[in-house]
């Protein structure tokens, strides 16, 4: 039994040893990966374009609370980094719907339409519809604004509004 187990060790000590995998220097890959990743963020102007800000710290159970929290404007920390906030809406609901989410406004939208302030509310939008509804991919979201009076803004969709 002793010569049965001191095998068995030297067999499985020589298996983990020689397992033919060589050390290997660092071996560079190019850039890190880039894109959108899982969870909320909420996205906010500077100077060189929309920048994503996660949402860590909380539940988000609607799209109606993700706007509210994008009108609170950034943290202080982003503030620091020259985040702002261009959203300007007076009373609204939101809807999703798979891939269509739609901003039903009370009084005229204040953006053009190809801000930063409706870039920031539909990429907001976007990715919350997107967490919401885990079938829809961000890219494929399309946010219309419904004003009570004119023409509907959109639909967009957030690569509209991001640099690169």
Do not use: H, W
Not at 49 to 66: A, F, K, T, Y
Not at 72 to 87: F, H, K, Y
């Amino acid at each position: 039994m002793k010569v049965r187990a001191r095998v068995l060790v030297s067999l499985l000590g020589t298996v983990l040893v020689g397992c033919g995998v060589q050390p290997t220097g660092v071996i560079g890959a190019g850039e890190p990966a880039t894109g959108p990743t899982r969870g909320i963020r909420l996205y906010y102007a500077s100077d060189s374009g929309l920048r994503g800000v996660p949402v860590l710290d909380r539940e988000i159970e609607n799209l109606g609370s993700v706007v509210k929290l994008l009108a609170s404007g950034p943290p202080p920390a982003e503030q620091r980094d020259g985040l702002t906030n261009l959203v300007e809406l007076g009373g609204y609901t939101v809807t999703g719907r798979g891939s269509q989410v739609t901003v039903r406004l009370e009084s005229p939208y204040a953006g053009t339409g190809r801000d930063q302030g409706t870039g920031q509310l539909v990429c907001t939008l976007a990715r919350a519809q997107s967490v919401l509804d885990p079938k829809v991919r961000t890219d494929d979201v399309e946010v219309t604004l419904r004003q009570p009076e004119g023409p509907s803004l959109g639909p967009y969709r957030c690569a509209e509004f991001l640099n690169g």
